[in-house]
């Protein structure tokens, strides 16, 4: 087991190293350093420069040493000191301003993901055990159309619901007005509880849709298994031979959605925050991405990813801490 | 037998299933008892419906499979209790559930996929314990340890936490038998619990059963479509044809005088140990295949294939089961006085007729000093690295092939044995340049003198792909399902070698004539491979081998997968070839009465090595080496007369691992006749020891080892 | 009684099942045939492909079908709302058939003075079909001005079936005008990303080894990666002065590198399970070429899989684009996407035209489909299952 975890998280880094390059390169694609930018957009606004403090910056990121020099500069600034580089448009350091935004995310994140667990497992469950059931061409029907539609629609039309069906209400934004700028207290918390479950309906459907179809799949393969009957010739009960047997094996896809969930999530919350105008990452990226504000944009873009790749690694390392097969193989 | 000592009596079960191209009647018009204490044999061939009597008896069928009609009648309750019908119970009951494990309990043929791969076997094993037994944890886990090393698993407090993909198919075995028995069941019922083992094992698993029988009394009822199996094991026998029994008695009526003419041409289309040397020997083969169920003929459902027919009532009626002068019962109308006239004397069943015996001149293998061997194989090897650890090193190789030397003479056929592991397939594989060897030479002389295939590129391998040909275990894989038989058969014209890229009515016509000649219509070349069964997909598969009039086949395990009669087909058809094209034959084979009836020489492989090589005739007399005594005395005869006089060397434990290998002899772990000196230390080679005799073990001059001389009793 | 003696008289080397002779249709029946079989037997499958066929149909012919040009604006009926049309004129004492819409009001809302709309029962637009309206070119090549629906005076009041977006484009013939492209992007996308993936795949699978190890590790890469911000930032970089050709081009390259990995991935999956299938080891004794090992026997056994994969992964790419330019990162106005259309949608205008969110209607038909069709095909694609 040891072996395995050692030898997983060394093939993370070459990942690792790889997703700063592409974001470096992602930084670097638009014409002009970012100094050049910040420059002419403090000059549009007929303020001015000082040559001496552009000179600074101009040295603190190496801008005009070749690019791979700068990359190692940017990298090792973010691993030393956390200096990711600042913010043209808002002129501040990245580091705070993403500092600022991403506890909200992964709170974001995190419920979303037991959001599309708990919706998921029974829909999933049932839905193989009685096959061709009513519910279950209900659950396959949602499973498509929560594949279906784009995140943003869903959320735009759960907006217009919300509009036309309650009235003026509070969709989107995380907090209602009077706590917007509160201290956190519980009322705060849990008038962020009451914001939070449209934006988590809307980004966790599509994931719930896939969960369900998985599950359901997996179950049916594993009910056709000989174990099973295996297990109902001993005299087992049905509902414990169930949880206790092809649940055990069909839960694996659970375990691993921390994998393949979390990128669809980032990339959902994206989207679905800036709808919903939430105060987390995904505003901020695209609004930075909009003004190609480089530096900030490729910061999110690289912590979100780095973010995946270690959600990925903890649900493999769960995955083979669940099952004996792959503990055993990979040992 | 007195109505108490049925404990189970199953009266005209239909099990049918709902497809979409019909009704499916697996079963249909079952009848079945089986007495305490005794072992009933189910036998038939694959898709007769064998396995879906035994769910049935437990309610195990799955939708859209149902129960349609009959009675399952349980006597195994209180001695006055009234007899429960277990077809009239809930599936999903509590009395079913209260019944399945503890009363009734089923072992399974693949073992291993019968256990969940996420817990030990001790946990499965304690489950069963508390499912019917009001144990704490403790006791249960002791008795699970108690029950372990009762089925002969050797450290069974260690085995309690191995995970089942960490136990061999044997063990896997064990541990089932371990759990049907842990309630102490009046009822096992074990559907081919034997198939998926090597036949070493299967020995052993028999024995056990045996034995776990006489020591419990409890009665089983035992699955299986091998005869030999069903003579070692049996007291009754039921014969099961297309979902209904044809032939009912005990096991020696059954084999001394077979009354249904289904039955009969059974027993006669086994190869049976002893039957050798005599290449102008044919098998009875019953002609065609078991239709499918959706196709079940009307009447009789063996009126298709029977040699014995009566005239047009078999074709309208379905026989009843009639008792033969009061010893076993048959579904015949042979045995119906009112079809026969009974003023003519009583019923005789026709004798099989017998194979047609090819007549002229059958060749024999040339001497051999005559001519040169065909294919010289000289210190072969096959590595295969193993990697581990975090670096992907590799930390040692399993030797798949471990230095084979070989020489197969011209038109001689030479058999390959050994359980599964031992590395023939590879060195089969080897030959054909299926893969590339690790070292040694493969030398074959063709017609333009001697080569080394061994480390020939493709290029020029090409030029010998015709003269060498190989014909698979699978019917079903090695056909690519995408071409027509006329396609697959002009394919190995497509060689460069052979230049012949395009399909001319020249192709056809030979095409044409190589399916003739493997008994398939010349017609049927426009057909793809989904059209046929596995027989007829064997007989492509050696049209497609031959039709390229090659010198050497390798035949890898050609008859394994196929039903005992349609293999007698098959083995009847590759000697006839044989002889007709002066073919030399590399048959590999894990069958040893197949190899027996088919091969001159025989090989045997252990681990990779040959240890020990001589004529046919002399390896099953007077076998020279250890492993070949066990194998041998492994090997069920279908005989159930010999059951008493055969109980010989038993192998202990399974096939070491291949990647590590003992020291010394790599047999010396598990033979019986080990020494203390030379065995564990020092490798044997293989060295002559008689005649046209050799043998790898230190100590074969001084061991007196047992074959399979005595004789066989013939039916009819 | 007599019997039969001629039954047996077959040699025995010529022994065929006589009880269940398979349907020789079906015997001589190709792989192309087995799965159209399979296939018609599923009906979502079937639904799927037919609205798939007809959303290309409209791609096609979306000149002739939208009853204006895409691009004309008409300022005085910024967000009018659809208008019912009617097949039976009741307007009068006596019904009659006939079909028109009703006319607008406008009302101008004193306080706010945001234009409302009203139909008017009393104003009767006759509507006609194959009405003369704008010029277009079929195909490019026929010039005509016959279109499939539209009022029968071309300058009298004019007809939005569907509603008007804020500048008082048709949204009608806007959404069939967007199908050119959302339609269409996902299918460059997918034969670049087939491309790739074929090739990568395949060198992967059959040759395995050094090479397999280095692209295995490339799609390990790509797909833990999150898609999403990727794409962002890749389309983000992309220079602001482009034209909306090469900016189409660019996007569906960005969606490809992204799409790639999947059916790299089942390539490779397919040509490792057939490396090791006995009647690829039995063409390989054949002797033949490589070429033809890889092009006869390895590449039609999972050539339906391969398209099963590349119909599922083109709803993926639809997604992606309308994404996309609905953030306004992918396609920009004047490029007509369903994407860019839902791009005017903001709160204000869910409130007052949620008419704008029809496009993506068509989006979910569009993805459902294909995704019915996909599925279809995946369980259809292996014929030889039993």
Same mark, same amino acid.
């Given at each position: 087991m040891l072996t395995f975890v050692v030898r997983r998280v060394a093939l993370m880094i070459p990942?690792?190293?790889?997703?700063?390059?592409?974001?470096?390169?992602?930084?670097?694609?638009?014409?002009?350093?970012?100094?050049?930018?910040?420059?002419?957009?403090?000059?549009?606004?007929?303020?001015?420069?000082?040559?001496?403090?552009?000179?600074?910056?101009?040295?603190?990121?190496?801008?005009?040493?070749?690019?791979?020099?700068?990359?190692?500069?940017?990298?090792?600034?973010?691993?030393?000191?956390?200096?990711?580089?600042?913010?043209?448009?808002?002129?501040?350091?990245?580091?705070?301003?993403?500092?600022?935004?991403?506890?909200?995310?992964?709170?974001?994140?995190?419920?979303?993901?037991?959001?599309?667990?708990?919706?998921?497992?029974?829909?999933?469950?049932?839905?193989?055990?009685?096959?061709?059931?009513?519910?279950?061409?209900?659950?396959?029907?949602?499973?498509?159309?929560?594949?279906?539609?784009?995140?943003?629609?869903?959320?735009?039309?759960?907006?217009?619901?919300?509009?036309?069906?309650?009235?003026?209400?509070?969709?989107?934004?995380?907090?209602?007005?009077?706590?917007?700028?509160?201290?956190?207290?519980?009322?705060?918390?849990?008038?962020?509880?009451?914001?939070?479950?449209?934006?988590?309906?809307?980004?966790?459907?599509?994931?719930?849709?896939?969960?369900?179809?998985?599950?359901?799949?997996?179950?049916?393969?594993?009910?056709?298994?000989?174990?099973?009957?295996?297990?109902?010739?001993?005299?087992?009960?049905?509902?414990?031979?169930?949880?206790?047997?092809?649940?055990?094996?069909?839960?694996?896809?659970?375990?691993?959605?921390?994998?393949?969930?979390?990128?669809?999530?980032?990339?959902?919350?994206?989207?679905?925050?800036?709808?919903?105008?939430?105060?987390?990452?995904?505003?901020?990226?695209?609004?930075?991405?909009?003004?190609?504000?480089?530096?900030?944009?490729?910061?999110?873009?690289?912590?979100?990813?780095?973010?995946?790749?270690?959600?990925?690694?903890?649900?493999?390392?769960?995955?083979?801490?669940?099952?004996?097969?792959?503990?055993?193989?990979?040992? | 037998?007195?109505?108490?000592?049925?404990?189970?009596?199953?009266?005209?079960?239909?099990?049918?299933?709902?497809?979409?191209?019909?009704?499916?009647?697996?079963?249909?018009?079952?009848?079945?008892?089986?007495?305490?204490?005794?072992?009933?044999?189910?036998?038939?061939?694959?898709?007769?419906?064998?396995?879906?009597?035994?769910?049935?008896?437990?309610?195990?069928?799955?939708?859209?499979?149902?129960?349609?009609?009959?009675?399952?009648?349980?006597?195994?309750?209180?001695?006055?209790?009234?007899?429960?019908?277990?077809?009239?119970?809930?599936?999903?009951?509590?009395?079913?559930?209260?019944?399945?494990?503890?009363?009734?309990?089923?072992?399974?043929?693949?073992?291993?996929?019968?256990?969940?791969?996420?817990?030990?076997?001790?946990?499965?094993?304690?489950?069963?314990?508390?499912?019917?037994?009001?144990?704490?944890?403790?006791?249960?886990?002791?008795?699970?340890?108690?029950?372990?090393?009762?089925?002969?698993?050797?450290?069974?407090?260690?085995?309690?936490?191995?995970?089942?993909?960490?136990?061999?198919?044997?063990?896997?075995?064990?541990?089932?038998?371990?759990?049907?028995?842990?309630?102490?069941?009046?009822?096992?019922?074990?559907?081919?619990?034997?198939?998926?083992?090597?036949?070493?094992?299967?020995?052993?698993?028999?024995?056990?059963?045996?034995?776990?029988?006489?020591?419990?009394?409890?009665?089983?009822?035992?699955?299986?479509?091998?005869?030999?199996?069903?003579?070692?094991?049996?007291?009754?026998?039921?014969?099961?044809?297309?979902?209904?029994?044809?032939?009912?008695?005990?096991?020696?009526?059954?084999?001394?005088?077979?009354?249904?003419?289904?039955?009969?041409?059974?027993?006669?289309?086994?190869?049976?140990?002893?039957?050798?040397?005599?290449?102008?020997?044919?098998?009875?083969?019953?002609?065609?295949?078991?239709?499918?169920?959706?196709?079940?003929?009307?009447?009789?459902?063996?009126?298709?294939?029977?040699?014995?027919?009566?005239?047009?009532?078999?074709?309208?009626?379905?026989?009843?089961?009639?008792?033969?002068?009061?010893?076993?019962?048959?579904?015949?109308?042979?045995?119906?006085?009112?079809?026969?006239?009974?003023?003519?004397?009583?019923?005789?069943?026709?004798?099989?007729?017998?194979?047609?015996?090819?007549?002229?001149?059958?060749?024999?293998?040339?001497?051999?000093?005559?001519?040169?061997?065909?294919?010289?194989?000289?210190?072969?090897?096959?590595?295969?690295?193993?990697?581990?650890?975090?670096?992907?090193?590799?930390?040692?190789?399993?030797?798949?092939?471990?230095?084979?030397?070989?020489?197969?003479?011209?038109?001689?056929?030479?058999?390959?044995?050994?359980?599964?592991?031992?590395?023939?397939?590879?060195?089969?594989?080897?030959?054909?340049?299926?893969?590339?060897?690790?070292?040694?030479?493969?030398?074959?002389?063709?017609?333009?003198?001697?080569?080394?295939?061994?480390?020939?590129?493709?290029?020029?391998?090409?030029?010998?792909?015709?003269?060498?040909?190989?014909?698979?275990?699978?019917?079903?894989?090695?056909?690519?399902?995408?071409?027509?038989?006329?396609?697959?058969?002009?394919?190995?014209?497509?060689?460069?070698?052979?230049?012949?890229?395009?399909?001319?009515?020249e192709m056809e016509q030979r095409v044409a004539d190589m399916l003739a000649r493997v008994g398939?219509?010349?017609?049927?070349?426009?057909?793809?491979?989904?059209?046929?069964?596995?027989?007829?997909?064997?007989?492509?598969?050696?049209?497609?081998?031959?039709?390229?009039?090659?010198?050497?086949?390798?035949?890898?395990?050609?008859?394994?997968?196929?039903?005992?009669?349609?293999?007698?087909?098959?083995?009847?058809?590759?000697?006839?070839?044989?002889?007709?094209?002066?073919?030399?034959?590399?048959?590999?084979?894990?069958?040893?009465?197949?190899?027996?009836?088919?091969?001159?020489?025989?090989?045997?492989?252990?681990?990779?090595?040959?240890?020990?090589?001589?004529?046919?005739?002399?390896?099953?007399?007077?076998?020279?080496?250890?492993?070949?005594?066990?194998?041998?005395?492994?090997?069920?005869?279908?005989?159930?007369?010999?059951?008493?006089?055969?109980?010989?060397?038993?192998?202990?434990?399974?096939?070491?691992?291949?990647?590590?290998?003992?020291?010394?002899?790599?047999?010396?772990t598990r033979c019986p006749y080990v020494r203390a000196d030379r065995c564990g230390t020092e490798?044997?080679?293989?060295?002559?020891?008689?005649?046209?005799?050799?043998?790898?073990?230190?100590?074969?001059?001084?061991?007196?080892?047992?074959?399979?001389?005595?004789?066989?009793?013939?039916?009819? | 009684?007599?019997?039969?003696?001629?039954?047996?008289?077959?040699?025995?080397?010529?022994?065929?099942?006589?009880?269940?002779?398979?349907?020789?249709?079906?015997?001589?029946?190709?792989?192309?045939?087995?799965?159209?079989?399979?296939?018609?037997?599923?009906?979502?499958?079937?639904?799927?492909?037919?609205?798939?066929?007809?959303?290309?149909?409209?791609?096609?012919?979306?000149?002739?079908?939208?009853?204006?040009?895409?691009?004309?604006?008409?300022?005085?009926?910024?967000?009018?709302?659809?208008?019912?049309?009617?097949?039976?004129?009741?307007?009068?004492?006596?019904?009659?058939?006939?079909?028109?819409?009703?006319?607008?009001?406008?009302?101008?809302?004193?306080?706010?003075?945001?234009?409302?709309?009203?139909?008017?029962?009393?104003?009767?637009?006759?509507?006609?079909?194959?009405?003369?309206?704008?010029?277009?070119?079929?195909?490019?090549?026929?010039?005509?001005?016959?279109?499939?629906?539209?009022?029968?005076?071309?300058?009298?009041?004019?007809?939005?079936?569907?509603?008007?977006?804020?500048?008082?484009?048709?949204?009608?013939?806007?959404?069939?005008?967007?199908?050119?492209?959302?339609?269409?992007?996902?299918?460059?996308?997918?034969?670049?990303?087939?491309?790739?993936?074929?090739?990568?795949?395949?060198?992967?699978?059959?040759?395995?080894?050094?090479?397999?190890?280095?692209?295995?590790?490339?799609?390990?890469?790509?797909?833990?990666?999150?898609?999403?911000?990727?794409?962002?930032?890749?389309?983000?970089?992309?220079?602001?002065?482009?034209?909306?050709?090469?900016?189409? #081009?660019?996007?569906?390259?960005?969606?490809?590198? *992204?799409? %790639?990995?999947? &059916?790299?991935?089942? +390539?490779?999956? @397919?040509? /490792?399970?057939?490396?090791?299938?006995?009647?690829?080891?039995?063409?390989?004794?054949?002797?033949?070429?490589?070429?033809?090992?890889?092009?006869?026997?390895?590449?039609?056994?999972?050539?339906?899989?391969?398209?099963?994969?590349?119909?599922?992964?083109?709803?993926?790419?639809?997604?992606?684009?309308?994404?996309?330019?609905? #953030?306004?990162?992918?396609?920009?106005?004047?490029? *007509?996407? %369903?994407?860019? &259309?839902?791009?005017? +949608?903001?709160? @204000?205008? /869910?409130?007052?035209?949620?008419?704008?969110?029809?496009?993506?209607?068509?989006?979910?038909?569009?993805?459902?489909?294909?995704?019915?069709?996909?599925?279809?095909?995946?369980?259809?694609?292996?014929?030889?299952?039993?």
């Open positions: 990942t690792l190293v790889m997703i700063s390059i592409v974001t470096f390169v992602i930084i670097q694609l638009p014409p002009g350093d970012f100094l050049t930018t910040y420059v002419t957009n403090l000059s549009a606004q007929g303020e001015q420069v000082d040559p001496a403090e552009v000179a600074a910056l101009r040295a603190r990121y190496g801008l005009d040493e070749p690019l791979p020099t700068q990359y190692l500069t940017w990298i090792w600034g973010i691993i030393s000191d956390g200096d990711f580089g600042r913010s043209f448009e808002w002129n501040r350091p990245v580091s705070g301003m993403i500092a600022d935004r991403l506890p909200l995310t992964i709170v974001f994140m995190a419920a979303t993901v037991v959001f599309t667990w708990i919706i998921a497992f029974p829909i999933g469950l049932y839905s193989a055990i009685r096959q061709y059931s009513i519910t279950d061409y209900v659950a396959t029907t949602i499973g498509f159309l929560g594949l279906a539609i784009p995140n943003f629609l869903l959320a735009l039309a759960l907006m217009w619901v919300g509009l036309n069906v309650f009235g003026q209400s509070s969709v989107g934004g995380l907090f209602s007005p009077e706590y917007q700028d509160a201290a956190w207290n519980l009322g705060k918390v849990l008038d962020l509880m009451g914001h939070l479950w449209v934006p988590m309906v809307v980004l966790g459907t599509a994931g719930t849709a896939g969960l369900i179809r998985i599950l359901r799949a997996n179950l049916l393969d594993e009910l056709r298994k000989p174990y099973v009957v295996a297990a109902r010739a001993r005299g087992m009960p049905e509902p414990r031979l169930l949880l206790r047997y092809p649940m055990r094996v069909a839960l694996n896809p659970f375990v691993s959605t921390i994998g393949w969930v979390l990128p669809v999530l980032i990339g959902g919350e994206v989207i679905v925050s800036s709808v919903l105008s939430l105060e987390t990452t995904g505003p901020l990226l695209l609004s930075s991405l909009r003004s190609q504000d480089m530096y900030l944009a490729g910061s999110i873009i690289l912590l979100v990813s780095v973010m995946t790749v270690v959600g990925t690694l903890i649900s493999d390392l769960l995955l083979a801490w669940l099952d004996p097969r792959i503990r055993h193989r990979l040992a | 037998m007195s109505r108490s000592d049925v404990l189970l009596d199953v009266q005209g079960l239909k099990t049918h299933f709902t497809t979409d191209d019909g009704v499916v009647r697996a079963v249909d018009g079952m009848d079945l008892s089986i007495s305490r204490g005794r072992t009933t044999c189910l036998v038939g061939e694959s898709g007769c419906g064998k396995s879906i009597t035994a769910r049935s008896i437990l309610q195990l069928i799955d939708p859209p499979g149902r129960i349609a009609a009959g009675r399952i009648w349980w006597h195994g309750g209180e001695e006055t209790a009234e007899p429960t019908d277990l077809a009239a119970l809930d599936p999903r009951g509590a009395r079913m559930r209260a019944m399945r494990g503890a009363d009734i309990s089923m072992i399974f043929q693949e073992p291993m996929a019968a256990f969940s791969p996420m817990y030990t076997v001790g946990d499965h094993l304690v489950e069963a314990i508390q499912l019917h037994l009001p144990l704490s944890r403790k006791d249960a886990t002791e008795k699970a340890v108690h029950l372990l090393g009762r089925v002969g698993i050797p450290r069974p407090d260690q085995r309690m936490h191995a995970y089942p993909f960490q136990l061999s198919g044997g063990m896997c075995q064990r541990v089932m038998i371990a759990m049907a028995l842990a309630c102490e069941p009046s009822l096992l019922i074990a559907d081919e619990p034997t198939t998926a083992l090597d036949v070493t094992t299967q020995a052993r698993i028999l024995d056990l059963l045996t034995e776990l029988q006489d020591d419990t009394g409890m009665a089983m009822l035992f699955i299986t479509h091998d005869l030999g199996v069903v003579a070692e094991i049996a007291d009754d026998v039921s014969v099961m044809y297309l979902g209904t029994v044809v032939e009912e008695g005990s096991v020696t009526d059954v084999f001394d005088s077979p009354r249904h003419p289904y039955t009969q041409a059974l027993i006669a289309s086994v190869p049976r140990m002893g039957s050798r040397g005599d290449r102008a020997r044919r098998l009875a083969a019953i002609e065609g295949i078991v239709p499918h169920p959706l196709q079940r003929p009307a009447g009789c459902p063996f009126h298709t294939r029977c040699h014995a027919l009566i005239g047009d009532v078999c074709h309208e009626r379905l026989p009843d089961l009639h008792s033969v002068d009061g010893g076993q019962l048959a579904r015949c109308h042979l045995y119906d006085e009112s079809v026969v006239d009974p003023g003519a004397g009583r019923a005789q069943l026709p004798l099989l007729p017998a194979a047609p015996v090819v007549t002229g001149d059958r060749p024999q293998p040339a001497p051999e000093d005559d001519r040169a061997p065909v294919l010289e194989v000289r210190d072969l090897t096959m590595h295969y690295p193993v990697k581990r650890g975090l670096l992907n090193r590799t930390v040692g190789h399993v030797r798949a092939v471990d230095g084979v030397s070989l020489a197969i003479q011209p038109g001689e056929t030479l058999g390959l044995v050994g359980e599964s592991g031992c590395g023939k397939t590879t060195l089969g594989r080897a030959i054909v340049r299926a893969i590339a060897p690790t070292s040694g030479q493969i030398t074959y002389r063709g017609d333009n003198g001697a080569v080394d295939l061994a480390g020939l590129p493709d290029s020029e391998l090409r030029g010998y792909r015709g003269q060498i040909r190989m014909i698979f275990q699978d019917p079903f894989s090695s056909l690519n399902p995408r071409m027509t038989l006329l396609q697959l058969l002009a394919e190995p014209f497509r060689n460069p070698a052979l230049r012949r890229d395009r399909i001319d009515s398939l219509r010349p017609e049927y070349m426009r057909r793809y491979p989904h059209a046929f069964s596995g027989g007829q997909r064997q007989r492509v598969n050696i049209a497609r081998a031959l039709i390229t009039t090659p010198r050497l086949v390798v035949a890898d395990e050609a008859v394994s997968a196929l039903d005992v009669s349609v293999r007698a087909q098959i083995l009847n058809l590759l000697a006839d070839l044989r002889d007709e094209y002066h073919l030399t034959y590399l048959f590999i084979s894990h069958d040893l009465s197949v190899v027996e009836h088919l091969c001159d020489r025989v090989a045997v492989m252990y681990l990779g090595k040959i240890v020990e090589t001589t004529t046919t005739a002399q390896l099953f007399d007077t076998p020279r080496h250890p492993y070949t005594e066990a194998l041998l005395s492994a090997v069920p005869v279908a005989d159930p007369h010999r059951r008493a006089n055969r109980r010989g060397t038993r192998l202990s434990d399974d096939l070491p691992d291949p990647s590590a290998a003992p020291p010394g002899c790599s047999f010396h490798v044997p080679l293989l060295r002559g020891v008689g005649t046209d005799h050799a043998v790898a073990c230190h100590h074969a001059e001084a061991l007196t080892l047992r074959g399979t001389t005595s004789t066989i009793s013939t039916p009819n | 009684m007599s019997r039969p003696s001629d039954v047996d008289q077959v040699p025995p080397s010529a022994s065929e099942p006589r009880g269940g002779e398979p349907d020789a249709e079906l015997a001589v029946a190709s792989q192309r045939t087995l799965v159209w079989r399979a296939l018609r037997r599923h009906k979502l499958a079937m639904a799927g492909l037919v609205v798939t066929c007809l959303l290309y149909l409209v791609a096609i012919f979306a000149d002739f079908l939208a009853p204006y040009d895409p691009n004309d604006i008409n300022a005085d009926y910024a967000f009018a709302p659809p208008q019912q049309l009617h097949i039976v004129d009741t307007s009068g004492d006596e019904w009659d058939w006939g079909l028109y819409v009703n006319g607008y009001e406008q009302t101008r809302d004193p306080e706010t003075l945001a234009l409302t709309f009203r139909e008017d029962p009393s104003v009767k637009v006759p509507v006609e079909f194959l009405a003369r309206g704008p010029e277009y070119e079929l195909f490019g090549l026929i010039s005509t001005n016959i279109h499939l629906i539209g009022p029968a005076d071309p300058d009298g009041p004019p007809m939005y079936l569907l509603g008007a977006s804020r500048t008082g484009h048709d949204q009608l013939s806007r959404i069939l005008h967007g199908a050119r492209i959302s339609m269409s992007i996902g299918l460059v996308g997918l034969a670049m990303a087939f491309t790739l993936g074929v090739v990568l795949g395949g060198v992967s699978g059959y040759f395995g080894g050094k090479a397999d190890a280095v692209i295995q590790r490339l799609v390990e890469f790509f797909m833990s990666v999150p898609a999403i911000p990727l794409w962002l930032g890749l389309a983000a970089a992309l220079p602001r002065d482009w034209g909306p050709l090469q900016r189409y #081009l660019a996007i569906t390259v960005i969606l490809s590198i *992204i799409n %790639w990995t999947d &059916l790299a991935r089942v +390539v490779r999956g @397919r040509f /490792l399970a057939l490396r090791g299938e006995d009647f690829v080891t039995a063409a390989y004794l054949d002797g033949i070429r490589q070429r033809r090992i890889i092009g006869r026997h390895m590449l039609p056994s999972f050539a339906s899989h391969l398209i099963a994969a590349m119909t599922l992964s083109i709803p993926a790419m639809i997604l992606a684009e309308t994404s996309l330019s609905f #953030l306004g990162l992918g396609l920009r106005p004047p490029t *007509i996407s %369903w994407g860019v &259309l839902l791009s005017d +949608v903001d709160v @204000r205008a /869910l409130e007052t035209a949620p008419w704008l969110l029809l496009p993506g209607v068509a989006v979910v038909v569009a993805v459902l489909a294909i995704n019915f069709l996909g599925d279809g095909l995946r369980d259809a694609a292996d014929p030889y299952q039993s």
